[in-house]
């Protein structure tokens, strides 16, 4: 950590900020240039709040040297994370595909699109149960019942299942009969839920907030990891921009970084990240070519009637010939599905 | 609303999805221009999700008229609303000044604060029990301990409080104790927890998302009063842009954007905006200038110490000179501390 | 166009507005809602600024149903534009391969390096020669020594050209010795000189802007066009965003949506987006797999002193190794290097 | 400057690296610790571009500590700067007024509009003659004759004249006839135009460009000062972000934080920012509230019909009870009109 200090500051007072840091058994390194006062603080500062130090009028800035995460840092852990779901895996040289509608609408609709996607590659199955919408007057998905059909697809397919939990209070239910629980991009600093699945071992789809920096997504991630749960999988699905042509930016460079800075597995989510169908195809391809550990697209057997995101789904054949083009693609990384 | 639809679909196509409108009492006006065929829709569309249009690989946009939002669309309520807390108003002529520390941290401390507050004409008092932090590792709140001394604070004062609610959880006991519950930024599309509150009658403190739009916020805003909870206080607080000079940008355009959108009342947070304690007086003086309903400050008798947000705390004896400040700027604009 | 009415006003006062509009020969359909009056416009409505119609103090907002841009726009011309720059062609099924230093520094420089990229397979010679730089004291480019070196290294290796124009006063230069005149990302909307590249018949890289939305990146295009020169390729840079990790954001929704909208080839720079030479590779890779007509890419023999930009620089060996995994993905896309 | 290096580097690497940065006299400072091995620069860096340490692939990150400008800097230069205009000034305790329409249409209107807003408190007559329009088939200014009109204006009323310059080709004539040369925030970043216009004597006001960072304002800022040129007026005019209500989000704290890295005067532009006529008063009383050195609003007296920005422009009256609020407001600050 550097504390960059006004010229004009009294030694006095810089000395006396100095005995302080020492007393947290941290050396302080101090020198005087032209311009300023720096102080260079060399130990364990992971513990320290670089910003309380701007409280002082004669500190003109801090400046952190260290990423504030830890147990998801790869510089403590430099292999790559292999996430277990139910027999399946994400990590590694796996590209994982995970597909099925935006939200569940009956069982006839979830059981014959699971099939579907299971029969192109998909090795999870996708459903909303319960629904984050922007409106209070927008389907909000069919709740209990929408994972009780869940599992009816799960029984006659094999798929894993993956969903969005909202709230604490459907923890047990989740944990019970949900294969990986999803954190949707709304609720990625919703901590108190983040502690709670930090306490149990279910894998954890993390998707990153709408306008989460690379750093915070790690701190989300690290909040249930500090609390014992490490089956966490990251989930780029876009950000918000200036733009608004597309639902939000895709941000595949976040994909490398987020990689680059953790050990875990990172899935794109085209689908969210365009809110057009049209692109969700030339989308997957790139979030392959670039090094993702998997997908998650939306596929509904009838986008334009469908209960919600019916603008972003692709047709199951559609996303047959796209799982082709894919494979080709994984192999240049050395990747199978 | 307006589909625009492009001009080489089949005119069968167009008339299926007519009919398909026209089926939910709704007239379709239809335009064939040079470049595209548009469709205005003329009746009650508020509850057909426009979006959903797009999935329909013809259409190439769709267009809506008329804002989503309904209960707290001024359209609807011309007047601005006025919301009692504790025998205390938020908006009209009112200006109102709310401040304390970011995070309760002592009963010595607090019970300071809050007269040492209230002496300078502050009408509310604020504190953190409960702490959204971005790192597992940082403070986190004194938690119930925190409710009891802001309690204990309101005895000795007499101004009512106000602090941030992170889990439904916690409702019963901030329903009791707590005279306007605050929604933070990271939680206002936190959609569960906005219908629990609808469903009571506490004074509700609605905070911008740290990149909502101000047609979101005031969703989250209907949210709660599509619940039957009509007391409502929106607050501005920054928002994330590419500008990291400051912790976040202050968009005071949005203060006069929600209040010609929505009839309720507007406060600004400009500590949290800022993130830098010499900001805060300036950033407060705009926010009375451009017609806020009233300020939330964090205002610390020792900010080198404190336990969160000191850099973004005023001092006691600056506040005070803030308040007379702001009383001579508020009656430009008819208002009063 | 579409224009919204507050529904309290006098119809006198809609009625001069009806009239003014119906005087340019456009059609106006006025449909009365429970909410507001909304007058659809039908015709040319192309040389009309949408926005002059919120002067008036009764109209709430104004739609535009149709795009901006004429010439540009694929609707008048659904066909990929192929350009063809001195012999070689960018658009349809080829991929173009742009590679070479960020600045020209020496002879032996850029002559060794164009060597290099036409052995790897790059198509055309990237070197700057006037460098926009943030700072009035960093390397500002060998100017027209460098456009000599570049010529230099066209004799050497038969590569086209392509280097940036930084103001008008430049441009018989430029036209005469360059082959494809770049205008970077700061002078998108640098409206004299695309007026000036307009009456020339050079083929022009016209980057997006650091914060342009697609529509003004291809409004920019239009001003070129307008002036009769039809020979553009866009160019995706990353744009501004709130995340810092890298330098921009690439945006390869950006690509799909540009080649949608319009009919001209769109290329895309990996080396400025990410601004990391790590992520340059994965990021070409991305960019082919999204369908992009070409990349430009900054390949330097000796980054750690390259004059500027070479943290964002790749090797010879790694560019030679990397467009070989870009033929494969091609491919895929029906595209050939 | 601290480089963060990879505690993997062998020392040999190191080493190379440290004797190079010692060759150019800066004493290097190296911390040992757990995760990283650190660098600390001390002496003269202001001329190394920190990125280009990036490009060895140990190097995790560096770290500026000192700002990139210096001639702008209030570090060397601590009282803030008054600029002479034609014998008015802007900066310190004055509050400059600048007012007009968007564009000069004719003799009448512009010289009528000067008069009234003369006669309302304006020091200085706001009038573009060359419009940079998204655009290129819309009005794009009176050029020459613009500039022609605006003298007239000034003959009849003695205010100095602001106006846009779009080309260095113009120089000549705008040095010679306009009292102070607006940059406009497109081109910002126009560096030859920056570097001929530091060669003059003449003021300018330069406008923030639409996602320029305050460091790329203030080095823009710089290239003018660093070619001889004083005279520096900046100008907040909104930035570009998420939000599309506004047309641009005013930034307020800017012009805090721009006030105390410099010691340029700074003055807002709300009516840019906000692009609604009806925003505009409500702005300006906030900007001047903040501690802005002056305002530049437009005026114009049949908004309707004006040739552009009839939408954000208020009318005369308007204007003239506006300039009574903001002298109240701007004593509060120590300012006067």
């Known amino acids: 950590m550097v504390i960059v200090i006004n010229k004009n ?42 910003h309380s130090f701007e409280a002082y009028d004669f500190v003109e800035k801090v400046i952190s040297v260290k990423e504030p995460f830890k147990m998801v840092n790869r510089l403590f852990h430099p292999e790559d994370s292999i996430v277990n ?65 869940l599992l009816k697809a799960k029984a006659a397919t094999g798929l894993p299942i993956v969903t969005e939990i909202m709230s604490i209070s459907m923890l047990d239910r ?31 789809l993390l998707k990153r907030g709408l306008s989460a920096t690379i750093q915070e997504w ?13 089956n966490i999988i990251l989930c780029e699905r876009g950000i918000r921009t200036f733009e608004t042509y597309t639902r939000n930016t895709l941000d595949l460079s976040a994909v490398l970084a987020a990689k680059k800075l953790s050990h875990l597995p990172v899935v794109v989510d085209p689908s969210h990240a365009a809110g057009m169908w049209w692109m969700v195809e ?37 996303f047959d010939s796209l799982v082709k083009e894919l494979k080709s693609i994984a192999s240049i990384n050395s990747k199978a599905i």
Chains 1, 2, 3, 4 share one sequence.
């Open 9 to 50: 500051t009294p030694q006095e007072k810089i000395s006396i900020l100095v005995k302080q840091i020492e007393k947290r058994n941290i050396t302080v390194h101090v020198s005087n240039g032209v311009a300023y006062c720096v102080l260079g603080l060399i130990g364990n500062t992971s513990n320290i709040d670089s």
């Open 85 to 149: 779901i139910d027999g399946k895996t994400i990590g590694g040289e796996k590209l994982a595909i995970i597909a099925g509608p935006c939200s569940v609408e009956n069982e006839e609709q979830i059981v014959s699109i699971a099939k579907s996607v299971k029969k192109s590659g998909a090795a999870f199955l996708r459903g909303g149960a319960f629904k984050p919408r922007t409106s209070p007057y927008s389907f909000q998905g069919l709740k209990q019942e929408g994972l009780d059909l």
């Open 174 to 204: 989740f944990v019970q009969d949900v294969d990986m629980i999803q954190v949707g991009a709304r609720n990625m600093q919703n901590f108190e839920l983040l502690k709670e699945l930090g306490k149990t071992n279910k894998p954890i």
């Open 218 to 230: 790690l701190m989300s991630a690290e909040y249930i990891m500090s609390e014992g749960n490490e």
């Open 282 to 318: 030339a989308l997957s391809k790139a979030a392959v070519a670039v090094g993702a550990d998997g997908l998650i697209i939306e596929v509904h057997n009838d986008p334009e009637n469908a209960l919600s995101d019916g603008e972003q789904s692709i047709k199951p054949e559609r």
